[in-house]
């Protein structure tokens, strides 16, 4: 199992995991400051493990969260969109090691109802660059901090299923999932033989404030499901696309 260590203080927003609570399996959250990250944060408390969650802001519900744990959340800084910041968060984190990674960053159009044609490009490029270029960069900045029995995994979604794809809507979201679920793939493929297990995980539609109010789903519906299938998943080698139930999921 993955150890943290009292010593390792990662930035100016950290909490530092307590030696005492060194034996427990240490996960890294990118992306928990609030929504399916921090709802991860919670359950994998539950399930024992610490938790390093990285965040944008000075203040976040994962701060509100690490209060009543002390030892157990420990808190960084990262924006997935700058390499910069990605690199210098690899270099705080020499050293380290994790039971399992899982990025959960990512961003959607505030109006999903808009096609490819009709999206600006600025909108184009700040989702496909938080979704999907930033999710891989992160993955190929921090895989070594994962030992061979460890989990990569990646928050991806349903919608990013190109043969699932029969009704269109929420375009350039769908896109950017799609394209991360490809980058996934040749990440998978440059890495044959890799002994760590490798999950793209469709959460369903869960209402946070990404996934709004219309939602079908409950954080509770889905997020304890998603960790026990993550869980379920340590020990067995491969890239998989797997949803909340544990079902594969078509490309």
Same mark, same amino acid.
């Given at each position: 199992m993955a150890i943290v260590t009292a010593a390792a203080v990662t930035g100016p927003f950290s909490t530092p995991v307590k030696a005492a609570e060194n034996a427990r399996p240490v996960i890294l959250i990118i992306g928990a400051s609030r929504g399916l990250g921090l709802a991860l944060a919670e359950e994998f408390l539950k399930k024992g493990w610490n938790v390093v969650g990285t965040v944008r802001c000075e203040h976040t519900? !994962?701060?509100?969260?690490?209060a009543p744990n002390p030892g157990r959340i420990e808190i960084a800084h990262v924006d997935v969109t700058s390499p910069e910041q990605i690199a210098a968060r690899r270099q705080r984190l020499a050293g380290r090691s994790f039971a399992m990674l899982f990025h959960n960053a990512g961003t959607a159009d505030a109006n999903q109802d808009q096609t490819i044609a009709q999206v600006s490009t600025e909108q184009f490029e700040r989702i496909m660059v938080t979704s999907a270029l930033g999710s891989l960069r992160v993955i190929e900045a921090l895989h070594d901090l994962?030992?061979?029995?460890? !989990? *990569?995994?990646?928050?991806s979604s349903g919608q990013g299923s190109i043969s699932a794809n029969e009704n269109g809507g929420h375009e350039v979201y769908r896109g950017s999932k799609a394209a991360l679920n490809m980058y996934m793939r040749s990440y998978a493929a440059r890495h044959a033989g890799d002994p760590r297990p490798m999950v793209l995980m469709a959460s369903g539609w869960v209402r946070t404030d990404l996934g709004g109010p219309k939602a079908r789903l409950? *954080?509770?519906? +889905? *997020?304890?499901?998603?960790?026990? /299938? &993550?869980?379920?998943? %340590?020990?067995?080698?491969?890239? %998989? /696309? &797997?949803? %909340?139930?544990? +079902?594969?999921v078509a490309w």
């Open positions: 519900a !994962l701060h509100e969260l690490a994962v030992p061979p029995d460890g !989990l *990569i995994g990646v928050m409950a *954080i509770e519906d +889905s *997020i304890p499901k998603v960790v026990n /299938v &993550l869980l379920a998943q %340590r020990g067995k080698p491969g890239l %998989r /696309v &797997l949803d %909340r139930e544990g +079902s594969t």
